[in-house]
């Protein structure tokens, strides 16, 4: 079994022309980092040219105008290269449910499988830092003073911010619970636990990693 600590996990975040690929919006932008022992070591970014055009809502959202999705790469081109950078590994996503939707959607029209393996770190934050203001993204990165260049609502920032976000968690859950090894699993699980009942949870964990 592969240790927690060389465990590699990818977070990536989705900029599109809407809501949900059920109304046939479309990602515009991704961006991903790669984590491995609370450290971000590889990055993935690129616009995408999926044929649709930008909302004027979309445009001030962002700043990514139809211009710039115009003369990007075509979406299948950066969706198999973006296959290729994530291979087999597990994701992470804040509001997973969102970018698992449009990576699905994204995926299967170049005939690539669904990938389902996701956790999801505003689901987490909401048991790990239950008094924070709220669990958005730029609230949390707020909250815990985490590294940001100040951009908001880009893919590879909102990524990196994200990433920050789940290495922050982990450190969080050894430092207060005395979990020693914060699988993505582990992490997994949390997501599904109340927030009332996630401490008792993690301290359970913590007891039964020092017995192991």
């Known amino acids: 079994m592969q240790s927690t ?6 977070v ?3 900029e599109t022309t809407g809501i949900s690929p059920d ?12 984590i491995r022992g609370g450290q971000i070591l590889e990055r993935f970014q ?3 040219n999926p044929g649709v055009r930008v909302s004027q809502f979309i445009e001030n959202y962002t700043g990514i105008t139809n211009q710039m999705v115009q003369e990007a790469p075509d979406a299948a081109e950066v ?4 296959a290729d ?4 590994k597990p994701l992470v996503a804040h509001n997973a449910s969102f970018d698992r939707r449009f990576l699905n959607t994204e995926f299967a029209l170049i005939g690539q499988g669904a990938r389902d393996n996701f956790g999801c770190s ?4 909401r048991r790990v830092y239950p008094d924070a ?8 990165v707020r909250y815990k003073a985490l590294q940001t260049d100040g951009t908001f609502h880009r893919a590879l920032a909102d990524a990196q911010m994200t990433g920050h976000l789940w290495i922050s968690m982990i450190n969080h859950i050894k430092d207060v619970f005395g979990v020693q090894h914060v699988s993505f699993e582990l992490m997994k699980k949390l997501t599904r636990i109340s927030k009332a009942k996630a401490p008792s949870f993690l301290q359970k964990n913590a007891s039964q990693q020092r017995l192991d």
């Not at 600590?5 to 990818?10: L, P």
């Not at 969706?79 to 973006?82: E, G, K």
């Open 79 to 82: 969706m198999r290269a973006f």
């Open 85 to 88: 950078f994530i291979g087999d």
């Open 12 to 14: 990536l975040d989705f």
């Open 46 to 48: 690129s616009l995408m």
């Open 23 to 34: 109304y046939g919006d479309r990602a515009i932008e991704i961006g991903a980092v790669k």
């Open 122 to 125: 505003m689901l987490i934050s």
């Open 133 to 140: 203001p709220n669990h958005k993204l730029e609230t949390l």
């Open 5 to 10: 600590h060389q465990e590699t996990v990818v």
